[in-house]
């Protein structure tokens, strides 16, 4: 039940020790004018204290936590009749006591403080209603309102507080666990992929030929495998408000003929658009590869300026000719303006293409830094 389990079983502690101070007040108390109809309320608060306590180890649905005031409430208002009508004047205290504090606890733990205070101020009214408006007898039950209030707003907040601890720690684990898991399967892969590839390169550059080639492929998954080590788990990408970091992302693109540099501090962005940034810059790759060869340079540069997120890819290939890419478009060839084009301006980006015959192509991506709702 973890951190939350606590809680939740201090106040049924809680519910217990003010049901037994609530029965103590009623058998010493003796103002009360119909003392037999006190006891059947106490009947009542007794059963509803077991209720509680089984039916919130089991589920706590907000139905309950609603019937758990309504009946509290009922209690609360019986007081009145159990009281007499000179209650309020002799300064007695409802049958209930402090067995209010049960719902208004629960509503904190589930909602936090917003929710326990709105139950506090519910509570409360009724309390000052059955009481009356009696000036020279408001202070004490102000006081239990006031404190109620009080008691509702801290505990929902620290509630709060406690679970956001509770999975930021749970996370950590999770990602220390993967952490040890990747070094283990670093090691094996080290001592055997990677070994197997470095050999492939090497013996294909020494024999040349056809050979060669494969030794270069061998060459460029061992790059890729290496970083993709280097990386870490995907889970380290994202935090816990699900971000992802489009860096740790972009690095993955690193090859012998890819160079990837990106800020040291994460780049984030909500993992749908992230993964749209990302697939645009492979995009962007691909055509690299395909019309300046597999053996082409290619650059890749992130920056983040706060607002932005800017990432240039560059090559030093042939360059497109002036009015290619709107003869492509006609062709029905889309790769620039659907795969790229279309992914950024989705993500209420833009995008830059300045190239020229012999000098190379340079692509800039700009989209917005701060998490929006397109693309996620």
Request: hydrophobic fraction near 45%; glycine fraction near 12%; charge should be neutral.
């Amino acid at each position: 039940m973890g951190i939350e389990g606590s809680f939740w079983r201090a106040i049924a502690v809680y519910r217990v020790a003010s049901l037994g101070y609530a029965a103590l007040l009623l058998a010493t108390s003796g103002g009360y004018e119909r003392p037999v109809a006190g006891w059947l309320v106490l009947g009542v608060m007794a059963v509803w204290t077991a209720a509680t306590t089984v039916a919130y180890s089991v589920r706590r649905s907000r139905a309950l936590l609603v019937v758990d005031v309504l009946v509290t409430l009922g209690c609360l208002l019986a007081s009145a009749y159990v009281q007499g009508s000179e209650a309020g004047r002799a300064g007695l205290m409802p049958v209930t006591a402090t067995w209010v504090g049960g719902p208004v606890l629960a509503w904190a733990v589930h909602g936090g403080r917003r929710a326990g205070t709105v139950t506090a101020v519910v509570l409360s009214l009724a309390d000052l209603w059955i009481r009356g408006l009696d000036e020279s007898i408001l202070s004490v039950p102000i006081n239990g309102a006031v404190l109620l209030i009080l008691a509702g707003a801290v505990v929902g907040h620290v509630a709060r507080l406690t679970k956001q601890a509770e999975e930021r720690l749970q996370r950590a684990v999770e990602i220390e666990a993967a952490n040890r898991e990747r070094e283990r399967l670093a090691r094996g892969i080290h001592d055997s992929v990677l070994q197997v590839l470095a050999l492939v390169q090497r013996r294909g550059q020494e024999i040349g030929g056809e050979a060669a080639e494969l030794g270069r492929l061998a060459g460029e998954q061992e790059a890729a495998v290496r970083e993709l080590i280097r990386s870490g788990p995907a889970t380290a990408e994202q935090d816990s408000a699900g971000l992802v970091d489009v860096g740790a992302r972009l690095r993955r693109f690193t090859t012998p003929a890819v160079t990837v540099s990106a800020p040291a501090t994460p780049l984030p962005l909500p993992a749908g658009q992230a993964r749209e940034l990302v697939a645009a810059v492979g995009a962007a790759l691909d055509n690299v590869r395909r019309h300046c060869g597999e053996n082409a340079r290619a650059w890749v540069l992130a920056e983040h300026d706060g607002d932005l997120i800017t990432i240039t890819v560059r090559d030093e290939g042939p360059g497109i000719p002036a009015g290619r890419l709107q003869e492509a478009e006609a062709e029905g060839r889309l790769g620039i303006a659907q795969s790229i084009k279309g992914r950024i301006t989705g993500l209420g980006g833009t995008v830059t293409l300045t190239s020229a015959p012999g000098e190379g192509t340079e692509i800039e991506l700009v989209v917005p830094a701060r998490p929006s709702t397109v693309g996620a």
